[in-house]
């Protein structure tokens, strides 16, 4: 079994935290029992060519410069997902991994995979995780807990699919922060693959990084978000997917991830939680709207 798996890492050696958390990551990567390649993707960040070769990581290593981005924007997802689809076309990989290099991916990870009957049979599908067990300053949070973020979706796909992937992002761009996990959900509705969430059977830690260090502040992040949104609605109208990937927020994600199969008692307390609130925010946003309007 080959895997292709597609991340890009933070710069070596400004936050020692940061460097941590990826070090515990890409351990957890090279201990799975399986053949896996990395995809790496970066933009001039320092240092991490040199960890990678140090490492003797097998991995495909791009560099894309930041004078190549627009204007103040540090790294793209969609370029990213570009380098990692030409690789999968042109060599032989069974699985297309993307993940955040923020999370302990657990050794036991593919063997429910590979148990899947939907394996046997060759059939296409994607596997993800939601939601992730957040630890902060060592602390876990609750498992039930509805946190944001999917950081990981296994693609099993054949290379006419990966080529049909490859050509619908011509309408995508990305850059910076958000939208990730909204877009890779819409295209399984565009690939028309089964999701798979097997929560249940497997807890994927998701460490909380050192954002000040790297100046990405909760502002930056919002500003970045809503710029990337009009971008995947741009990729949503000429795909002809629905527009409630971008607008319907995570009660819209939840919903296109639900599956009863999936489901066990504390994923049912994760939507639970989530869903118990909606009247509540969805108040909220119309008042912000009218109040906007007014203004």
Same mark, same amino acid.
């Given at each position: 079994?080959?895997?292709?798996?597609?991340?890009?890492?933070?710069?070596?050696?400004?936050?020692?935290?940061?460097?941590?958390?990826?070090?515990?990551?890409?351990?957890?990567?090279? #201990?799975?029992?399986?053949?896996?390649?990395?995809?790496?993707?970066?933009?001039?960040? =320092?240092?991490?060519?040199?960890?990678? /070769?140090?490492?003797?990581?097998?991995?495909?290593? =791009?560099?894309?410069?930041?004078?190549?981005?627009?204007e #103040?924007?540090k790294?793209? =997802?969609?370029?990213?997902?570009?380098n990692?689809?030409?690789?999968?076309?042109?060599?032989?990989?069974?699985?297309l @991994?993307?993940?955040?290099?923020?999370?302990?991916?657990?050794?036991?990870?593919?063997?429910?995979?590979?148990?899947?009957?939907?394996?046997?049979s =060759?059939?296409?599908?994607?596997v993800?995780?939601?939601?992730?067990?957040?630890?902060?300053?060592?602390?876990v /949070?609750?498992?039930?807990?509805?946190?944001?973020?999917?950081?990981?979706?296994?693609?099993?796909?054949?290379?006419?699919?990966?080529?049909?992937?490859?050509?619908?992002?011509?309408?995508?761009n990305?850059?910076?922060?958000?939208?990730?996990d909204?877009f890779? @959900?819409?295209?399984?509705? &565009?690939?028309?693959?089964?999701?798979y969430?097997?929560?249940?059977?497997?807890?994927?830690?998701?460490?909380?990084?050192?954002?000040?260090?790297?100046?990405?502040?909760?502002?930056?992040?919002?500003?970045?978000?809503?710029?990337?949104?009009?971008?995947?609605?741009?990729?949503?109208?000429?795909?002809?997917?629905?527009?409630f990937?971008?607008?319907?927020s995570?009660?819209?994600?939840?919903?296109?991830?639900? %599956?009863? %199969?999936?489901?066990?008692?504390?994923?049912?307390? @994760?939507?639970?939680?989530?869903?118990?609130?909606?009247p509540?925010?969805?108040?909220?946003? &119309?008042?912000?709207?009218?109040?906007?309007k007014?203004?």
């Amino acid at each position: 079994m080959k895997i292709l798996w597609m991340t890009s890492l933070r710069p070596i050696g400004k936050s020692k935290e940061n460097d941590n958390i990826q070090e515990l990551f890409i351990k957890s990567v090279t #201990n799975l029992k399986s053949e896996v390649k990395f995809s790496f993707t970066q933009f001039d960040d =320092n240092g991490v060519e040199d960890y990678i /070769k140090s490492n003797n990581l097998n991995a495909i290593y =791009n560099n894309i410069k930041k004078t190549s981005l627009p204007e #103040n924007k540090k790294y793209s =997802n969609k370029l990213m997902l570009d380098n990692a689809l030409n690789q999968f076309i042109d060599e032989d990989f069974d699985f297309l @991994v993307y993940s955040t290099a923020d999370i302990l991916i657990p050794s036991y990870i593919f063997k429910y995979v590979k148990e899947m009957n939907i394996h046997k049979s =060759n059939k296409e599908f994607c596997v993800l995780v939601y939601p992730n067990i957040l630890q902060k300053n060592g602390i876990v /949070k609750s498992v039930t807990f509805p946190h944001y973020g999917i950081d990981i979706f296994i693609f099993k796909i054949k290379k006419d699919t990966a080529k049909k992937f490859k050509n619908s992002i011509i309408h995508w761009n990305q850059y910076d922060w958000g939208i990730n996990d909204n877009f890779y @959900v819409s295209i399984c509705d &565009l690939l028309d693959l089964p999701i798979y969430n097997i929560y249940k059977n497997v807890s994927i830690i998701k460490f909380e990084n050192d954002f000040k260090t790297i100046n990405e502040s909760r502002n930056w992040q919002i500003s970045s978000w809503k710029e990337n949104k009009k971008y995947f609605m741009n990729f949503l109208k000429k795909n002809k997917l629905s527009i409630f990937y971008a607008t319907g927020s995570y009660y819209y994600l939840l919903y296109k991830i639900f %599956r009863f %199969r999936d489901f066990n008692l504390n994923l049912f307390l @994760v939507y639970f939680k989530f869903y118990l609130f909606f009247p509540i925010h969805f108040i909220k946003k &119309l008042i912000n709207k009218i109040i906007q309007k007014d203004s």
